[in-house]
């Protein structure tokens, strides 16, 4: 059971190039989530899913888009990275809502991403 | 809107000593508020997760406690340990949004041996 999982760990992209992020859970999770962490901020929300096929906004979705083709992996696309997009990505998974009783996220380890 | 603070920014103790984290939310209308510990380079951990109707949650040498009325939940660490240098964060799932969490900035604490 190996939990959250993200691939890569480290990237380095030039200003316009494309990449995919890929998040992978074995938990059988409906909700999954992409948040991204800056320095000296708390974890932003990008988009999220609510079960396989569906995707939704978050807080800060511009220039990304995601997929949720099947239910273990959500998948983060840059389509022109910007340096403003460098950060670190953040993955989670969760059983239901988050508003429901005693329902915790799981993270991943992250991406770290930097765009030159 | 929701918005979650957490001071200090960053905290040294010596180690042994108890020690008390601070997280506030601007909005008492929530499900829930959760702590995670973050190591470097690594993804959150959560810690413990409190529900709007309860006061405390306790796992081991750590209790926090919530009071939603003045917007406020505590994270109290007992006898601190080197190993419990970390960042620790807070996290709200507010009424008006139940998919998302609501994160604050984070203490970075340092347990010193």
């Known amino acids: 059971n190996a939990g959250v999982t993200q691939t890569p760990k480290f990237r380095v992209l030039k200003t316009g190039q494309s990449m995919t992020l890929l998040c992978a859970q074995d938990m059988n999770h409906e909700y999954m989530y992409w948040y991204r962490q800056d320095p000296g901020m708390g974890l932003r929300l990008i988009h999220y899913?609510?079960?396989?096929?569906?995707?939704a906004k978050g807080e800060v979705p511009d220039g990304y888009n995601v997929s949720r083709l099947k239910k273990q992996n959500f998948l983060l696309g840059l389509e022109s990275a910007a340096p403003s997009q460098t950060s670190v990505y953040f993955c989670a998974s969760s059983t239901r809502r988050l508003a429901d009783s005693y329902n915790e996220q799981f993270f991943g380890p992250g991406t770290r991403l930097t765009v030159l | 809107k929701q918005e979650v603070t957490q001071i200090p920014a960053a905290l040294s103790v010596p180690e042994g000593e108890n020690l008390v984290l601070n997280c506030s939310f601007t909005?008492?209308?929530?499900?829930?508020l959760q702590w995670f510990r973050q190591d470097p380079g690594k993804g959150l951990t959560s810690l413990l997760l409190?529900?709007?109707?309860?006061r405390e949650q306790t796992s081991g040498r750590l209790n926090a406690s919530l009071d939603k009325s003045s917007g406020r939940s505590t994270l109290y660490i007992a006898a601190s340990q080197p190993g419990d240098s970390a960042t620790y964060l807070c996290a709200v799932v507010h009424m008006d949004s139940s998919y998302k969490l609501i994160f604050g900035s984070g203490t970075r604490l340092l347990v010193r041996p």
């Open positions: 909005d008492s209308a929530i499900y829930n």
């Open positions: 409190i529900q709007s109707s309860q």
């Open positions: 899913s609510v079960g396989e096929g569906t995707t």
